[in-house]
């Protein structure tokens, strides 16, 4: 018979089941409690994936002789094929994740993912960031963008429209934009990479067919805006097979090699996830440099770069020390506005934004204001 042993409140606690006390001991000190280990993935041979996937999708390519690894000739058939049972894995990220005001009022917003607070929190910035006078222009940065909620991207984009509404269509889904209560009457400039993914790309074409003044920058997206069908592979394995792609408002599918942008600016993954840190930071294949952040460049330096323009160590974008600069809402200084920015797709948006908003207040408003009284 075992014997019990008294508790600190009364009660006994029996000692004769092995590793109780201990058990219990360590859930009241807060130890951590045993998890499975993780199942190994098994991939199959690759003439036995493709088969297995051409069945799926007959128009895959099937495998060339360098695809000697079913992982890589897996990947190699994105955006038709994503790994992972979830098409969207980081979609913990916040909606934004960043919210900033430059100097010349050109207002900053960062999406992380396209989801159902997307559109309150749009909203909500886009006011805020009016609040302190009318914005010259926003720029929308939708680099490394992600989300599987469609039907929030489209909604999303109307917050931002100013023309009449269009319908996008994905499988039987229909969404229809609307109108703006309060449109945005300045240039709206969308930055984008091959990270923008799904409801983020959808998002960007949207907003450039919905609203009047818009234009997108970098480079070409992943071609996922479409929707997704798993297709279990081995016991261990799924992988996303595409199915119905999205239809854009003149009735085209969304392409696989991703939205075009107007202008494209072509920066490595690498240096845009380090600019995505800190902007004002010279970048070098994905490391900053040792001079971290710049001051307002003085007569001598300019003329030194105006004679060696080319240094691999120095920014060869002309005029860096004419572009506008930024600091995080409500802490604009003279310091931070003697910084220049180094991301070369934002330094570009933020110009052009200051170009158009120059030559806006340059332009006569009526006939009689350029001096012409007939």
């Known amino acids: 018979m075992h014997r019990p042993v008294p508790s600190s409140r009364g009660s006994s606690v029996p000692t004769g089941r092995p590793g109780f006390l201990a058990l219990l001991l360590g859930i009241a000190l807060g130890a951590p409690a045993a998890t499975a280990a993780p199942t190994e993935v098994t991939w199959p041979p690759v003439a036995e994936l493709s088969a297995k996937l051409r069945s799926e999708l007959p128009s895959l390519p099937a495998p060339d002789p360098a695809h000697t690894n079913a992982e890589v000739y897996a990947r190699s058939l994105a955006p038709w094929v994503l790994p992972g049972t979830d098409t969207n894995p980081a979609n913990t990220s916040s909606a934004l994740l960043r919210t900033n005001l430059y100097p010349g009022a050109s207002g900053y917003l960062r999406v992380g993912t396209v989801g159902p607070s997307l559109v309150d929190s749009l909203r909500s910035a886009v006011d805020g960031l009016g609040q302190s006078g009318p914005l010259s222009g926003l720029v929308l940065d939708l680099r490394f963008a992600n ?49 923008t993914r799904q409801a983020a790309e959808a998002l960007a074409a949207a907003i450039r067919t919905i609203a009047a003044k818009s234009l997108v920058l970098g480079s070409p997206t992943a071609g996922q805006a479409r929707s997704y069908r798993p297709v ?17 408002p003149d009735g085209s599918e969304f392409p696989a090699a991703g939205l075009t942008p107007d202008l494209r ?106 001096g012409d009284s007939r």
């Open 265 to 370: 600016i072509s920066v490595s993954e690498d240096d845009e996830r380090a600019y995505a840190a800190d902007e004002y930071r010279r970048v070098l294949q994905g490391r900053p440099l040792a001079s971290a952040r710049l001051g307002r460049l003085n007569e001598a330096e300019l003329v030194r770069r105006r004679r060696n323009p080319r240094s691999p160590f120095e920014d060869s974008r002309p005029h860096d020390e004419e572009r506008l600069n930024h600091s995080d809402t409500g802490n604009t200084s003279e310091a931070d506005a003697a910084r220049a920015v180094q991301d070369p797709a934002l330094a570009v948006a933020l110009d052009l934004i200051s170009g158009i908003a120059a030559d806006t207040a340059a332009a006569p408003t009526s006939p009689g204001a350029s």
């Open 147 to 195: 989300g599987t909620d469609f039907e929030s991207g489209i909604a999303a984009a109307s917050v931002l429209a100013s023309n009449d509404p269009v319908e996008f269509q994905l499988g039987p889904n229909t969404w229809r934009t609307r109108r703006s209560d309060h449109p945005l009457s300045v240039p709206i400039l969308i930055l984008v990479n091959r990270q």
């Open 232 to 248: 279990q592979v081995s016991d261990s394995l799924t992988l996303q097979v595409a199915a119905d792609a999205l239809r854009l």
